[in-house]
């Protein structure tokens, strides 16, 4: 009829401004991944732990190529087990430190974070982006390591060089590297100063962990099953003949009358649990710490 109006409803028109002009919290945090990743990739860090990896490769090619150790060079497990096992945990240490290390507290810093929240965006939305996006950075490091390992694996073993062991030990590897992120976004979190959260993590995950894992071993006399350098044994399980004894007691001093010496290494099912535990509760302290936190 004439001078009736046809009112036709706008989707969402009853939402709140926020509810409507926010995308998916999925898309957000795609979208926040990429762009910090796209930073990470254009930034002097990635370049710096690139450089890392790579003399860390140069000097495993030079050393062993030098010297032919018949330790090593007996089989592809003896190989990877010495300096795969060995070296891939102080690369995943050196890449939670450069890419997680700042992560959360560069955005009190820098005061980024004012102005992020200013915007339609959760913090755990916030959290997560960062987190997938040092994932990814880490795991390029890592990937990294692992061609140069597998380049003198085929020039020595031919192409029985990447072998099933292998590719476990990179899977346990990938675990411990989310455990490892886990506890530094963690740290990141209890500091607004990017130097602080950089020197604590690194003081813990180069020096603090492993010595306190010895002291607790070895005067307390205790599992240290609760220490995160404890679980990283487990890498290098999947290339030996016979997994090493829970608990390993050796008598020392002259005629073996000496104290007991008490040695401990986690089974493989206790490594797994404990670097997934790891992962779960610190993510999970990392994000409350975090929404906890205000902006100034």
């Not at 926010?22 to 930034?43: F, G, I, M, W």
């Not at 995943?92 to 810093?109: K, L, P, S, T, Y």
């Amino acid at each position: 009829m004439e001078g009736m109006a046809t009112a036709t409803a706008t989707p969402g028109a009853d939402l709140p401004l926020e509810r409507r002009i926010s995308p998916h919290s999925t898309v957000q945090v795609l979208r926040l991944a990429r762009y910090q990743l796209r930073d990470y990739l254009l930034s002097r860090r990635f370049v710096l732990m690139l450089t890392i990896v790579a003399i860390l490769g140069v000097i495993i090619t030079a050393v062993v190529g030098y010297y032919r150790p018949a330790s090593l060079l007996g089989s592809s497990n003896l190989f990877y087990s010495d300096i795969w096992a060995g070296g891939i945990t102080v690369v995943i240490v050196f890449a939670g430190v450069i890419f997680g290390g700042d992560a959360i507290a560069g955005e009190f810093q820098n005061k980024t974070g004012y102005f992020l929240m200013g915007l339609p965006v959760r913090r755990a939305t916030v959290y997560a982006g960062k987190f997938i996006a040092a994932f990814v950075s880490s795991l390029v490091a890592v990937l990294a390591f692992a061609a140069f390992l597998l380049g003198n694996g085929a020039y020595y073993f031919g192409t029985g060089a990447f072998t099933g062991a292998f590719a476990e030990s990179l899977a346990l590897a990938i675990v411990y590297m989310l455990a490892l992120l886990g506890a530094t976004f963690l740290f990141s979190s209890m500091f607004k100063t990017s130097t602080y959260a950089v020197l604590v993590v690194a003081v813990l995950f180069i020096f603090g962990f492993t010595i306190l894992q010895d002291l607790v071993s070895g005067l307390v006399k205790i599992e240290p099953w609760f220490i995160i350098s404890y679980a990283s044994g487990v890498i290098g399980y999947p290339f030996l003949p016979m997994l090493p004894a829970h608990i390993t007691q050796m008598a020392v001093g002259r005629g073996g009358m000496g104290p007991t010496l008490t040695t401990y290494s986690p089974t493989y099912a206790e490594g797994v649990a404990i670097m997934l535990g790891y992962f779960v509760v610190t993510a999970i302290l990392g994000l409350l710490l975090f929404e906890r936190e205000e902006f100034s």
